[in-house]
């Protein structure tokens, strides 16, 4: 169960509309405000549930993204960090909410993570060898979960799961483009 959830999660990053180059927290910040209404709201349920409903419409999503380039040059960095940073912003929220997890709670367990390597991260979701990446990280969203102090549950763990791989994820791809 929670191999397929995390890689749900990772299908989600590498299966987002395209985009041009830009900062992911630039673009997010010039979506209009009733799509990150729905955005907020569809993350306001399961992730299972949010997975299923957050794709933005590519034309709302290109005009964000136009906001915040220099080069309108499509870019796929700027896609996957986009998307990624959703993802990280959406946990940090859900884990804030339902157990009270802090901004530096997090960052201390973060810190405590031994992380693969970034390049071997940026595989995941969009290679072959996606199931290997997933394989990687799951120990991490584990550790993380614990360090954290998230239950030993399916929303738990995918929730962490969902931080862990959109952190990795918007490290390695925001520093491309």
């Known amino acids: 169960m929670r191999r397929l959830l995390g890689l749900t999660i990772l299908a989600a990053l ?19 405000a009733a799509e990150i209404s729905r955005l907020d709201a569809a993350y306001g349920g399961t992730l299972e549930e949010a997975l299923d409903s957050e794709e933005t419409d590519p034309r709302i999503l290109n005009a964000a993204v136009r906001a915040c380039t220099t080069d309108g040059q499509l ?9 990624a940073y959703e993802l990280q912003l959406q946990s940090e929220r859900w884990m804030l909410k339902t157990h009270g997890v802090t901004p530096e709670r997090r960052e201390a367990a973060w810190k405590q993570l031994r992380t693969p390597d970034g390049d071997y991260v940026a595989q995941l979701g969009v290679s072959g060898q996606s199931n290997a990446a997933a394989s990687e990280v799951q120990p991490m969203a584990e550790q993380f979960r614990e360090l954290v102090g998230l239950p030993d549950t399916a929303d738990g763990y995918g929730w962490a799961f969902a931080y862990v791989a959109g952190r990795m994820m918007r490290r390695v791809h925001e520093d491309r483009f």
């Open 75 to 83: 870019n796929n960095d700027a896609l996957y960090a986009y998307r």
């Open 14 to 32: 590498s299966i987002a509309a395209p985009a041009f180059a830009g900062d992911a927290a630039c673009v997010r910040d010039n979506l209009p």
